[in-house]
């Protein structure tokens, strides 16, 4: 059997990686071989974004990279079908496998039927119901498409299940970034903060803050255009920041290239990079991130994945977002996130509460470390109807 995955951005990167070392454990113990293919779209393509990924989660190097770069969405989506209907050509896999929901799962998913070659999603299912998310659009397209829908949750398989999918495609197999998150823990856990600040600080704040303590600091990832590309909302977030967080705690901002961009278009980045209780932080690789999540008192995100860990971490998150496609992570369903977004009203509130909470991790069903395993079985024991 031939599978071609496809990676294009950071948080595909986290997926992926346990997939390629359940197919290398498979290889051990089977004569059965199965031949592994991967392309990196090129979307993500600094260091920081992508490179950083591949050595610290053991990725083999993507054996082809469509070298598609940054743009607006019709152009990576476009040009990521015209290089990736080339390569399909060429190697004519048996199946395509995308994972999560940014672009490379629409323009990959709609090459392989064109070509009439099996597609596997994993992580479908996933819905926000907010059409004005360019993600949500990719899920759809990518779970309308594909053969086989391997679900991280049973509410994503309910999801698939009321849109119409037989349930013959549908497969529950768990959230397989809480893989890389087990697979990772312990290498995380020895990197100290002291280091994390010292190599990823864009200014010298590291040097005057004085040590971070365990439990006793904030930490920030924002990136979504609905957070970022405009000034009435991204200046206020700034300001509550600044007046209100950063008095009680250091707050650690890492941040995104499209955030960094925005902050200078709107001349904000200079107040945000010369405060002395904010570190900002470039973006951060896997086992860093995962260090300061451990440790964090609360996170501020409008990250999906980050939703995920907090839950089986137990940090208390506050996410940046008025709908969310992982209602499991929510704290009504167990989980360790509140939905504030970009009220500052409810971002304030949300805030003074989470700093009282202690940390309770709690592991939805299937997130076992083992979900790759069980999408690589999905695969190879698929029989189409
Ligand atoms: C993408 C994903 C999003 C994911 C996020 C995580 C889609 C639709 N969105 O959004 O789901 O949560 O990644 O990181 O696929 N840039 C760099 N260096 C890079 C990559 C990007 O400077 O390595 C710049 C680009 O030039 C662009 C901006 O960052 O101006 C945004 O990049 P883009 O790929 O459009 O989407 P993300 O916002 O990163």
Wanted: overall charge negative; some cysteine.
């Amino acid at each position: 059997m031939k599978i071609i995955s496809v990676v294009g951005a950071r948080p595909n990167f986290m997926k992926i990686a346990p997939f390629i070392k359940a197919i290398k454990k498979h290889n051990e113990n089977n004569g059965n071989k199965v031949e592994h293919i991967l392309v990196h779209t090129g979307q993500h393509y600094d260091d920081r974004m992508s490179r950083a990924f591949f050595e610290q989660l053991e990725i083999p190097d993507a054996d082809i990279n469509l070298g598609v770069g940054s743009g607006s969405h019709a152009e990576q989506v476009g040009n990521t079908m015209i290089e990736f209907e080339k390569v399909l050509r060429e190697n004519k896999p048996d199946w395509v496998v995308v994972v999560g929901d940014v672009n490379a799962i629409l323009a990959c998913s709609v090459t392989a039927k064109k070509e009439n070659i099996l597609c596997c999603h994993i992580e479908a299912g996933l819905r926000s119901g907010d059409m004005a998310m360019p993600e949500e659009v990719n899920r759809l397209v990518a779970d309308r498409l594909s053969d086989l829908l391997l679900t991280p949750d049973r509410m994503s398989s309910e999801n698939l299940k009321k849109e119409g999918v037989p349930d013959n495609k549908v497969k529950f197999t768990g959230n397989i970034m809480i893989d890389t998150l087990e697979n990772n823990r312990e290498k995380a856990s020895e990197i100290s903060i002291e280091e994390i600040l010292r190599d990823n600080s864009v200014n010298e704040t590291w040097k005057s803050i004085g040590k971070i303590t365990p439990d006793k600091f904030a930490l920030m990832t924002l990136h979504r255009p609905s957070n970022v590309d405009r000034k009435e909302i991204l200046e206020p977030i700034v300001r509550f920041m600044i007046d209100e967080v950063c008095p009680e705690m250091p707050l650690i901002w890492t941040v995104h290239p499209r955030t960094r961009k925005m902050l200078d278009n709107f001349g904000l980045l200079e107040e945000v990079m010369s405060h002395k209780n904010l570190l900002l932080l470039e973006p951060l690789g896997y086992l860093e991130m995962l260090k300061l999540n451990m440790q964090a008192r609360v996170i501020l995100t409008d990250s999906g994945g980050l939703q995920e860990e907090c839950t089986v971490l137990g940090t208390p998150c506050l996410t940046l977002r008025w709908n969310t496609e992982r209602p499991i992570t929510l704290r009504e369903h167990g989980g360790a996130s509140v939905l504030v977004g970009n009220s500052i009203k409810t971002i304030r509130e949300e805030f003074l509460e989470a700093v009282k909470k202690p940390r309770i991790p709690i592991r939805p069903e299937l997130w076992d470390g083992k979900t790759a395993e069980r999408c690589l079985k999905e695969i190879i024991d698929y029989k189409a109807i």
